[in-house]
Each structure stands twice: as C-alpha cells, then as structure tokens.
C-alpha cells in the first residue's frame, strides 16, 4: 500500500513536471516568435525603407545643382506644391493626411539636412562648380515628383501593419542597411522619426 502510494506520488510528479516543463517551452517559443515581426509585415517595411533611401539619394544632386546656380536650400514654394499634391493623393488612397503630411515634412528634413552638410564641406574645401549637374527642374524634380505616389502608396500598406515595439525594432535594424543617406546616419534617423512615432502612437491603443 504504501509503495503502491510512493510511486503514484513519483508519477504525479513526474507527470507534473513535465506539464510544467511543457508550458514553459511552449511559453518560450510563443515569446520568440511574437519578437519578430509578422512575415507579410517585413516585405512592406523594406518596400517603404528602399522609397525612403531612393528620396534621400537624390538629396547630393539637388545640392550640386544648388551649389552651382546659387539657389537657397530650402525651397518653401516647391515644399507647398508637395504638400498640396500629398494631400490629394492621400486622400484618394485612404490614407490619413495629417500622418502623411509629416511623413513628407521629415523627408524635406532630412533633404535638407543633407544638402547643409554637403554645402558645408564643399565650403571648407573651397569646391568648385559641378561640371555639368543635373538639371533641378528638368531632372531632379521630376524624379521625386514620381517618388510621391510610391511613397503614398507604401504609407498606405505600412499603415496596415500592427506596429508594435518589435516592428520598430525590425524598422531601426532594417533602416541601418536599407537607408544610407551619406552623412552617417542623421538625415535617416530624421526621415524615419514619424514612423517610429506612429508605433508609439498604435501601441497605446
Ligand atoms: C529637393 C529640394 O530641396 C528642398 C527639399 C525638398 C524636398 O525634399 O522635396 C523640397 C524643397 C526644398 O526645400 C528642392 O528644392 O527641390
């Protein structure tokens, strides 16, 4: 009786054990996998990191062709002629104007901010004029002109995602591939900043 009684106590131990072994596996893996972000979601952060890196590309000629013509940086006209366009199309794509707005303000930002820097060396350094730069309204305008629906577009889908603090940690890892804005890093930390304020945003709700 009394070792009938010892082994079914060993066996309920065991047994428990192992439940509870299981569950903390189990637990364990459930967490790993909620630290990665949704398969589909990655497709989309990458499609808008390469449209935010091809915008901040274009930066070093708009530089160039301001550094010979002698135009100012900052251009607010053609900043409102974007803006204005934003909001129409972000209207027909269904996306909220307000968050595509600073989406595009950090991106006139982080433009300019590279255009300051490159300005500033070639300055120190006493930079000539570019031989044959291109042409800000005939080639670098149009270019990003083309660049605003993309964007739009791919706000559209990024919008979709549930964001959450591991998004924004695929964002910030991804950004730092994805996204050179040759000036070490500052002008994409400025372009990034409305999309990782938006995961805040959607994690408190
Ligand atoms: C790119 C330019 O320089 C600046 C940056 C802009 C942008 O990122 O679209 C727009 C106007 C300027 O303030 C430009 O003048 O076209």
């Given at each position: 009786m009394g070792v009938e009684r010892?082994?079914?106590?060993?066996?309920?131990?065991?047994?428990?054990?192992?439940?509870?072994?299981?569950?903390?596996?189990?637990?364990?893996?459930?967490q790993a996998r909620s630290a990665e972000p949704?398969?589909?979601?990655?497709?989309?952060?990458?499609?808008?990191?390469?449209?935010?890196?091809?915008?901040?590309?274009?930066?070093?000629?708009v530089a160039k062709a301001k550094w010979n013509s002698g135009d100012p940086i900052d251009a607010p006209a053609r900043e409102a002629k974007i803006v204005?366009?934003?909001?129409?199309?972000?209207?027909?794509a269904g996306v909220d104007a307000s968050f595509a707005l600073e989406f595009f303000r950090h991106q006139f930002d982080a433009s300019k901010l590279i255009q300051h820097r490159l300005h500033d060396r070639w300055q120190r350094t006493k930079h000539p004029p570019f031989d044959a730069p291109p042409s800000l309204a005939e080639d670098i305008r149009p270019k990003l002109d083309q660049l605003t629906p993309q964007l739009?577009?791919?706000?559209?889908?990024?919008?979709?995602?549930?964001?959450?603090?591991?998004?924004r940690r695929y964002i910030e890892n991804r950004s730092e591939t994805l996204i050179n804005d040759g000036i070490g890093g500052e002008a994409r930390e400025v372009a990034l900043r409305p999309l990782?304020?938006?995961?805040?945003?959607?994690e408190s709700f």
């Open positions: 010892g082994s079914f106590t060993s066996v309920f131990h065991f047994t428990l054990r192992a439940i509870i072994l299981v569950i903390l596996v189990l637990g364990a893996a459930y949704a398969d589909d979601a990655r497709p989309v952060v990458d499609h808008l990191l390469k449209l935010v890196d091809e915008r901040l590309a274009i930066a070093s000629d204005d366009r934003v909001v129409v199309e972000a209207t027909r739009i577009e791919s706000l559209r889908d990024f919008k979709r995602i549930t964001v959450n603090a591991s998004i990782l304020e938006t995961s805040v945003l959607n």
